[in-house]
Each structure stands twice: as structure tokens, then as C-alpha cells.
């Protein structure tokens, strides 16, 4: 029996269903979907040629660009695992992905840090704009997707932890395609949508609520490499653009933009929202524009989706994360941790068999580290996280990872942070440190140790030096107690 298709196989069958609809648009450029899925299997050739196999992992790094989408498909359709790495973090961080995961392949934009393992050549790099082109016209040959067992990992997607050293989701292909599902069943999305996607695809919810969808479905994306307000409010118009995705702190900046109020956007059905809550003023600005919102709340390891706040009861549950979406299951655990069940669920993450296991309750219910209550008509508002991370700017940090950079510092003996209230960025880092005898180090020499070891986001606000840190009687770190230390937002 012919099991189901893979990811891998989704632009053949969107080439063969709407050849001439357009697939990708990234600045002039435009791909329709019979010239995407010709690119993709010229890729899957190429690749196939330098030696990548069924179980391979091909990593990507740079922005959002139509080659992150051709790598995906083409990576996939080998039977291959795709490894998109975000492109803000560090060149150790990159390294570190890279090793942990064998990449054999590197996909990246030109002018990119790749780490000192390129160097050392441990993977094969391709250049967009170079010998990434090179290679896919300079083949002639052509490869048919293979078929894959829709358990096979498709995509690994590195998540930040509690303990402070990344691990990376096992996304397989069913929980891909599961999570595409409840997006077009719970969204409703057309297939005219035009979707206009400046939020990074490294991240799960624009590749898993966006852009895999809206492909799935036969719409087009419209592919920016950073956001930017204004030419964002250019492009609804010019593209007519019919879905937006985003964090509050990017709808926020558009809706501080001078040219918001003239910008005709009549042609927008879906703003969705993820990362935090839209606040409640930036909902009624957005209405007075005749545009409300969808808001999520997921994960990376649920493909991402978990929950959805629609329209109708935006402003009626505003603060509550929505209902479970329709392939998906929550209930409350103890303490009221939100668990989550369904097809878009991971069954653990790579190479951590013990954290794999961990994140599972007996039941094999997925730990999502956040509690929850939920109202009488179904509605789930997240309160408070078991876990330590925080949210900066619709990035996840692990104040693990921080301390640990902190106390990799010779003169830092011990260091403690917690996420703070930021009007900007939602929240940002505080943290404490505690110095060796006789050292001299000072908050600003703190700080330059940590930039070009973590991505600038992870860095913190403010670094404060002090004679100890808050530990409970078993030596743990009273994170309550730091929070209570922290400045006002």
C-alpha cells in the first residue's frame, strides 16, 4: 500500500493542480508553481549529486527568500531532514546546530557567519546567488519525490530550553501536513490568498500557520526578508495582500506608522497574531480600521498550533489564548499546565531521548510548561509559565543559556535571569551576577562579553552586580526573588 505523500511531494501535486497560479513573489522575482516545483526537483537532483540521502539533514541560514521554500521541498522530497537556522543568533550558535545535526548540507545567503566548522570542512556550503544556482541550473536532470512514512522526520527545528542548551523539535511530516489542516479548517483560508510574510520562517508559527498552508492550498506568498512598517503598508496595496502575519510588537509599529491611517487596506481578510496577546488598545486601533484579529497560541512542538482566538470573540475574550484548534486536543494537568494531544504533536525532540521522555506525561499528553484556566465556554487564558522562558519580541529566550554565558565569564562566579516587563519588546532580560574576589569586572564589560556569543535579542536590558543570589534551601535559584528585585518596566 502506497502510503500517504510527504511534504516533499506538495509542489508536484501544486504544479499539476495550478501550473500558472503564482506561487512566490519576492521583490521583482516571481515563481509560478509549475517553475517552483521545476526548481525543486532540479534542487532535488542537485542535491542527490552531492551525495545527500534519505535521513540527511540540509540546513538553511538567511532570511526569508524563495530559496528557504525550494530547500524545504527539495530537502523532503529526498526523504531528507530540512534544518532552517535562525538567522539571528550568533556564528557559535549556528555552529553549534550545525554539528549537533550533521548537516551535510548548508544552504545559506551570501555575506553569512557560517561558524568555524565551514572552515573545517565538516558540510558542503552553497551560496545563494552563487553556487546554490549554479547547481540547480546546471543540471539537467529532474528528481521525483520518493514516498516517506508520514512518521519520518521532516524538519528539525531547534526550540529554546530549560536547561540552556538548545534541542530541536522532530517535526515529522504528518505533523506538518496535520497542523496545515487545522490552519485551512479553523482559518478558512481561499485559495486567492495572498499572504504577506516578513516574520521569519525559521520560526515555527510563519512557516506552520503561513506559509505551508497558504502553499497547501495554492495561494501566494509574498516573501520579505526583514519587516519593515513602511514597506509593508506599500505592499498590501500594491500585492493585495489578503492575510498578515505577525507578533504584536511588528502590528504595533505599523500601527504607529504616519501613512496607517491613508494605507488602503481593504483587501486584508486575516490578521494573525502569535507570541502574546494583543493588547486591548491596539485591537480597538486596528477595528477603527475595520480589521480584527486572529490570535494564537502554540509551540514548536505541536507544528505550531494549539489554540485560536477567531474574530467573533476577539474582543469579547480579550487575554484568552482561544479554543483548542480542530485536530487538537487540550486539557489542564496539575497546577493547571496546559497538556497538549494530536496528530501536529512531536514525538520528542532529537538525539534527548531523556528531555523526549520528560516532556511527556504518563498518558503521553505534551508538557507545554504554561499554565492555563479556562472559562465556561471553552476559552483557555494562559497565566503563568512553569518554565523560565520568556518572550522578547516574539523570540523565546532561555535565561538558562544566558547564565551560562554570563558564568563562562572568568571573573563571574554565579548568575540568575529572569524575563521583565518591556513596553517595546513585550519582555526583555534582567540579570544578576555575582564576581570572583578582587575582580574588577563592570555591568558594560558583562555586556561585551555577551554580544557575538548570543543573538542580540537574548541579550539582556541591565546586569547588576551583587553579593549573592536568591537560593532556597536546596540551592536553587529563587527565580520569584529576582523578579521581585527587578526594576520597573
Excluded at 516574520?199 to 510563519?206: G, K, Q
Excluded at 516573501?223 to 513602511?230: I, K, N, P, Q, R
Excluded at 555575582?434 to 558583562?446: C, E, I, K
Aim: one cysteine or more; glycine letters at 10%; aromatic letters at 6%.
Amino acid at each position: 500500500m502506497t502510503p500517504p505523500p510527504g511534504l516533499g511531494s506538495w509542489t508536484a501535486r501544486r504544479a499539476r493542480a495550478t501550473p500558472e497560479r503564482t506561487a512566490l513573489v519576492h521583490g521583482p522575482r516571481r515563481l509560478t508553481y509549475a517553475a517552483l516545483d521545476d526548481r525543486v526537483r532540479a534542487l532535488a537532483a542537485g542535491l542527490a549529486g552531492l551525495g545527500v540521502e534519505r535521513g540527511d539533514r540540509v540546513a538553511y541560514l538567511g532570511p526569508n527568500h524563495p530559496a528557504f521554500v525550494e530547500t524545504l521541498f527539495a530537502t523532503t522530497s529526498l526523504g531528507a531532514v530540512f534544518v532552517p537556522l535562525n538567522a539571528r543568533l550568533a556564528a557559535q550558535e549556528h555552529a553549534f546546530a550545525l554539528a549537533d545535526t550533521e548537516a551535510r548540507v548548508l544552504v545559506h545567503a551570501a555575506g553569512v557567519d557560517v561558524g568555524e566548522d565551514a572552515d573545517r570542512g565538516t558540510f558542503l556550503t552553497l551560496e545563494l546567488g552563487g553556487s546554490y544556482d549554479e547547481l540547480i541550473t546546471g543540471t539537467g536532470h529532474r528528481r521525483e519525490p520518493v514516498d516517506v512514512d508520514p512518521d519520518d522526520t521532516a524538519i528539525l527545528l531547534y526550540t529554546s530550553g530549560t536547561t540552556g542548551r538548545p534541542k530541536a523539535a522532530r517535526l515529522s511530516h504528518a505533523n506538518l501536513t496535520w497542523n496545515a489542516l487545522n490552519v485551512l479548517v479553523d482559518v478558512d483560508l481561499a485559495r486567492d490568498e495572498v499572504c504577506l510574510l516578513s516574520a521569519p520562517l525559521f520560526h515555527a508559527a510563519a512557516l506552520g500557520m503561513t506559509c505551508l498552508p497558504v502553499l497547501l492550498k495554492g495561494g501566494t506568498l509574498v516573501l520579505e526578508g526583514s519587516f519593515d512598517a513602511d514597506r509593508t503598508l506599500a505592499l498590501v496595496p500594491a500585492e493585495g495582500v489578503t492575510i498578515m502575519f505577525g507578533v504584536p510588537t511588528m502590528f504595533a509599529a505599523l500601527a504607529r506608522a504616519p501613512r496607517f491611517e491613508d494605507t488602503d487596506l481593504s483587501s486584508v481578510r486575516y490578521l494573525l497574531c502569535g507570541g502574546a496577546p494583543v493588547p486591548p488598545a491596539l485591537l480597538e486601533r486596528y477595528a477603527q480600521r475595520g480589521l480584527t484579529f486572529l490570535q494564537g497560541y502554540g509551540m514548536t512542538e505541536a507544528a505550531p498550533g494549539v489554540l485560536l482566538l477567531d474574530r467573533e470573540h476577539a474582543r469579547e475574550k480579550t487575554g484568552t489564548a482561544g479554543r483548542p484548534h480542530f485536530f487538537s486536543d487540550v486539557r489542564l494537568g496539575d497546577a493547571g499546565e496546559v497538556l497538549v494531544r494530536g496528530p501536529n504533536v512531536v514525538d520528542g525532540y532529537w538525539r534527548r531521548p531523556q528531555e523526549s521522555t520528560e516532556a511527556f506525561d504518563d498518558d503521553g499528553w505534551f508538557r507545554s510548561g504554561d499554565v492555563a484556566t479556562v472559562d465556561g465556554d471553552g476559552f483557555h487564558r494562559i497565566v503563568d509559565r512553569v518554565k523560565d522562558l520568556y518572550i522578547s519580541g516574539g523570540e523565546n529566550v532561555s535565561p538558562a543559556e544566558v547564565e551560562g554565558v554570563l558564568t563562562s565569564h572568568p571573573e563571574v562566579v554565579d548568575a540568575g535571569v529572569v524575563g521583565v516587563p518591556d513596553e517595546r519588546w513585550g519582555e526583555t532580560g534582567q540579570a544578576w551576577v555575582v564576581l570572583a574576589p578582587g575582580a574588577t569586572a563592570t555591568p558594560a564589560d558583562l555586556l561585551a562579553h555577551l554580544d557575538g556569543r548570543l543573538a542580540r535579542f537574548k541579550l539582556p536590558r541591565g546586569v547588576e552586580i551583587v553579593d549573592a543570589l536568591p537560593r532556597n534551601p536546596t540551592g536553587k535559584l529563587d527565580k520569584s526573588a529576582l523578579r521581585r528585585w527587578a526594576p520597573p518596566g
